[in-house]
């Protein structure tokens, strides 16, 4: 294999309680790298290394 085989990032948010319980998990359509969430607009930031579109935002449902 060669270095450009590997793909960089992850594919899955997992969102957790203050208590450590798991509340959801997002797939996302493609590998990211380093989050920003906005939990008041229910908008995360990130960044995708492996394309041209470096900046990527994706809009979720708050967890209650």
Do not use: C
Request: net charge negative.
């Amino acid at each position: 294999l060669f270095r450009s085989d590997y793909i960089n990032g992850g594919q899955n948010i997992y969102v957790f309680s203050l208590e450590g319980k798991p509340l959801r998990k997002y797939m996302l359509d493609r590998y990211i790298h380093g989050i920003s969430v906005d939990e008041q607009k229910g908008v995360v930031i990130a960044t995708d290394v492996n394309k041209d579109e470096l900046i990527i935002e994706y809009r979720f449902s708050p967890v209650a």
